[in-house]
């Protein structure tokens, strides 16, 4: 139990559908991010939210539309996937200081694994 | 960003020690290294932060040269539950600041 929550674990999906992930995280921490995990590549780090502004869009389709309501949750709304967007989507949280880089642990997620047919 | 560069995969037995070396030749003043743990279908779990010279905690050693060019994370007596996705990082987090994970190190560990 790392205290950051994701749902579904898992979740099948059409091209045309339009689906969420969901994010909580109970650690108190200011900065939520989400990862990307495709077989057998690395991490790609997609948005990152820091006291509820995004602060970072790795040059991700518009098809994926982060929402941080509040510091405790992060969605991700997912819309028109393609079946190369089939991967493992990690959530993250941490805590740095206003404004400024840390040395912040990263606590991470369980991950909702996405199948898109 | 510093990128970093560590073997693809590395094998052991139970009660060795394993060491994994993670280059990151162009690290800032202000970076700091961090090793993070993966298993299959879960997230990266942090292992151990360090920014020079030795840090030991209850799981690990990391050992970091005086350039900082280089560092190694030393996992004592491995068990079969070591088996996993070590990853080194370079950089700090927040701020906007981009800590990026790269392939990592496949260690297996057998009997």
């Known amino acids: 139990e790392t205290g950051v929550t994701q749902t579904p674990r898992h979740l099948v999906m059409g091209m045309t559908n339009k689906k969420s992930l969901k994010c909580e995280q109970h650690l108190g921490h200011n900065a939520m991010y989400w990862y990307k995990q495709s077989a057998k590549k690395p991490l790609e780090l997609m948005f990152v939210?820091?006291?509820?502004?995004?602060?970072e869009n790795n040059s991700v389709p518009s098809r994926f539309s982060p929402e941080c309501p509040n510091s405790s949750h992060l969605f991700l709304h997912l819309h028109t996937l393609q079946p190369e967007d089939s991967a493992l989507y990690l959530c993250?949280?941490?805590?740095?200081?206003?404004?400024?880089?840390?040395?912040?642990?990263?606590?991470f997620g369980e991950g909702s694994r996405l199948t898109v047919l | 960003l510093a990128k970093t560069t560590q073997p693809i995969s590395m094998d052991s037995y139970e009660g060795q020690e394993v060491n994994i070396t993670c280059s990151h030749n162009?690290?800032?003043?202000?970076?700091?290294i961090t090793w993070y743990q993966q298993f299959p279908s879960q997230g990266p779990r942090f292992i151990i932060q360090?920014?020079?010279t030795k840090v030991t905690n209850e799981v690990a050693s990391l050992f970091i040269p005086a350039d900082r060019k280089s560092s190694t994370l030393s996992l004592p007596r491995v068990s079969l539950s070591d088996t996993a996705v070590y990853y080194c990082?370079?950089?700090?987090?927040?701020?906007?600041?981009?800590?990026?994970f790269g392939t990592g190190t496949q260690l297996k560990v057998e009997l």
């Open positions: 162009n690290i800032a003043t202000n970076d700091y």
């Open positions: 993250a949280s941490s805590q740095d200081p206003s404004g400024g880089a840390s040395t912040g642990e990263l606590f």
């Open positions: 360090g920014y020079k």
């Open positions: 939210y820091s006291l509820e502004e995004r602060v």
């Open positions: 990082l370079v950089g700090l987090t927040g701020g906007g600041n981009k800590l990026t």
